[in-house]
């Protein structure tokens, strides 16, 4: 069983059509997809459709912008029914914040002498509801300015760099709280990658006890010694342990479908336990496609 829970379409930031991600990871053999776009379900129908077509199980999942305090967290909430208001209320609030923030990136972008227009990101946008960074690189890509994504985040819009703009990330613990109502499961999302304060153990303990189920140890951005670390404390604290690529269509160098997967055994268990938060929960929640 090879099993991929934390990928990207074009709902958000992936330059694939959700049909297109699910067929590739048909395609790449994996058994299991997780589609997990930016702060959205726009993509699981379409996605789940696809699963129904090729013979692929997925789950439905979305990674939320948090943040904890003023360190970023993005949470890996699956199978929360996408209707709860508190939730959606909250992913509102961050799609808003990402749509404000696209004319300030672009002003900083322009007195860098860049001519780039509002115009120019929505096209590349290409109508997902979750405009992030990668969608202004693309721009920066078709206008010429830049070969591809990493030298425009490099260049402009990464951590430190002259056209990076903040923008509105839930707070970690209420979200956690509102995936568990909401009837799913919150994995942290890459917890030591990109960031200058790596998440503690005590850090990690304190959002279990806020309800959430595991951490995604194998990801790209973690090194051997950070796994094993990382593996360590999910162990103590009794958290379910998950690999993932991360993948988003060809946006993303080394991020190929299946690069990381997740243990059968540990799907098993968030399967359980995403079982168990429904049933406390009393909601409607996405059914795993076994197409
Ligand atoms: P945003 O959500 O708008 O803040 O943008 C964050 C997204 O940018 C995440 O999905 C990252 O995967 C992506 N990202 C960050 N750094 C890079 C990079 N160097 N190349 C490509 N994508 C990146
Ligand atoms: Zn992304
Ligand atoms: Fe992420
Ligand atoms: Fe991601």
Redesign the pocket.
Known sequence: MRIDLHT?SRA??GTQTPRELVHAAAAAGLDVLAITD?DTSAGWAEAAEAADECGIELVRGM?I?TKHGRR?V?LLAYLPDPTYAPLLDELSSVLDG?RA?VPMMLDRLRALGIDIGADDVRRAARGTA????????DALVTLGVVA???E???RF??AGRPANVD?YATPLLDTIRHVAAAGGVSVIAHPWG?SLHRLSEADLAGFQDAGLSGLEVDHQDHDPQARAELRAIANNLGLVVTGSS?H?GA???DHELGVNTTAPDQYARLLELAADAASAAGRATPEIIRG
């Open positions: 990207h958000s930031d930016h990674e912008s970023g993005h990402r923030r979750a405009t992030g960074r990668p969608h202004v690189a591809d994504r990493t425009a985040f490099d819009l990464g923008r990109r991360d988003h946006g993303k160098n």
